[in-house]
């Protein structure tokens, strides 16, 4: 690959300003930036896209999305190669992606236990504890004891999908796209946001539960990093595709193996680790936003 696509997305009309600082400041990068069709919009976001004459860097990624960032827009860096219609499959994780919590960190809050384990959680999805099944043991343990009855108060009272996640499930789905909630969360909230949203499949780990009290346990495997992207190579494979063919979303350092190698990855509202890595950052636009990338 020698050439990339930008794309632009912003709830607003996206403005000749901001293409002509992006043109600019590529320019003076040495990169010449071209621009592809017109500006598009499907009512709730407004698109424009450019071709790049060469590969981007980290840093100058970085610095084209901090110009965008100023006009209210996001900036993508696609494949330009890359045919929309060949992606099959939408693989995404659940705490902080397609929900607004982290659901461990809201059960802890029933025993006075959420700064705990918040802590601990934070450090995972920065990257600084490198093994997530430990960082997820260590959490569960301080949950011994906690109702079992938390759960449905937490997702009844505290979850809620994140702007766009109904949307995009609907129009993935409409797109005939396989889709995929893979989560190092719980099953107990996976199972009722695969029904609620639609999504064909989910995984997750199980809290173990005894007496109507958590235990502290997981049981089986847990699902890591190295699991998410597992999960996700196993449904490409079973509908006869690979992991290019998907889109993938995450947010945290263990969505990085899931997301790396997929036709798109997106990562929303991210820990910089994940951003810097993605092919396209959402701070601005909602979930939705990406059906704009497979259009």
Same mark, same amino acid.
């Given at each position: 690959?020698?050439?990339? @696509? #930008?794309?632009?997305?912003s709830?607003?009309?996206?403005?000749?300003?901001?293409?002509?600082?992006?043109?600019?400041?590529?320019?003076?990068l040495?990169?010449?930036?071209?621009?592809?069709?017109?500006?598009?919009s499907?009512?709730?976001?407004?698109?424009?896209?450019w071709e790049?004459?060469?590969l981007?860097?980290?840093s100058?990624?970085? @610095?084209?999305?901090?110009?965008? !960032?100023?006009?209210?827009?996001?900036l993508?860096?696609?494949?330009?190669?890359?045919?929309?219609t060949?992606?099959?499959?939408?693989?995404?994780?659940?705490?902080?992606?397609?929900?607004?919590?982290?659901?461990?960190?809201?059960?802890?809050?029933?025993?006075?236990?959420?700064a !705990?384990?918040?802590?601990?959680?934070?450090?995972?999805?920065?990257?600084?504890?490198?093994d997530?099944?430990?960082?997820?043991?260590?959490?569960?343990? #301080?949950?011994?004891?906690?109702?079992?009855? !938390?759960?449905?108060?937490?997702?009844?009272?505290?979850?809620?999908?994140n702007?766009?996640?109904?949307?995009?499930?609907a129009?993935?789905?409409?797109?005939?796209?396989? =889709?995929?909630?893979?989560?190092?969360?719980? =099953?107990?909230?996976?199972?009722?946001?695969?029904?609620?949203?639609?999504?064909?499949?989910?995984?997750?780990? =199980?809290?173990?539960?005894?007496?109507?009290?958590?235990?502290?346990?997981?049981?089986?495997?847990?699902?890591?990093?190295?699991?998410?992207?597992?999960?996700?190579?196993?449904?490409?494979s079973?509908?006869?595709? =690979?992991?290019? @063919?998907?889109?993938?979303?995450?947010?945290?350092?263990?969505?990085?193996?899931?997301? @790396?190698?997929?036709?798109?990855?997106?990562?929303?509202?991210?820990?910089?680790?994940?951003?810097?890595?993605?092919d396209a950052?959402?701070?601005?636009?909602?979930?939705d936003a !990406?059906?704009?990338l497979?259009?």
């Amino acid at each position: 690959m020698s050439k990339l @696509n #930008l794309v632009a997305l912003s709830r607003e009309p996206i403005s000749e300003k901001l293409i002509f600082e992006l043109k600019d400041s590529a320019m003076k990068l040495g990169v010449a930036l071209h621009t592809v069709g017109s500006q598009i919009s499907n009512g709730v976001y407004y698109s424009e896209r450019w071709e790049s004459n060469q590969l981007l860097d980290i840093s100058q990624r970085e @610095n084209l999305r901090l110009i965008a !960032a100023r006009f209210n827009s996001d900036l993508c860096f696609l494949n330009a190669d890359l045919n929309p219609t060949d992606i099959k499959v939408l693989a995404m994780d659940m705490d902080s992606t397609l929900i607004n919590i982290e659901c461990i960190d809201e059960i802890a809050d029933f025993i006075g236990k959420k700064a !705990a384990v918040a802590q601990i959680t934070e450090a995972t999805m920065r990257g600084e504890i490198k093994d997530f099944q430990e960082s997820l043991r260590r959490r569960v343990a #301080l949950l011994e004891g906690v109702s079992a009855d !938390a759960l449905e108060a937490v997702y009844r009272e505290r979850l809620q999908a994140n702007p766009g996640a109904a949307e995009l499930i609907a129009g993935a789905d409409a797109r005939g796209l396989y =889709t995929l909630l893979v989560s190092g969360g719980f =099953t107990f909230f996976t199972e009722k946001l695969r029904q609620q949203l639609g999504f064909k499949q989910a995984q997750a780990n =199980t809290l173990e539960i005894i007496n109507g009290k958590l235990t502290g346990k997981v049981l089986g495997e847990i699902v890591d990093g190295a699991a998410k992207a597992a999960y996700l190579d196993k449904a490409c494979s079973a509908l006869g595709y =690979t992991k290019a @063919n998907a889109i993938t979303i995450g947010d945290g350092a263990n969505d990085l193996i899931m997301m @790396n190698g997929s036709g798109i990855s997106v990562a929303y509202k991210s820990k910089p680790i994940v951003k810097e890595k993605a092919d396209a950052a959402f701070d601005r636009v909602g979930l939705d936003a !990406a059906l704009l990338l497979i259009s």
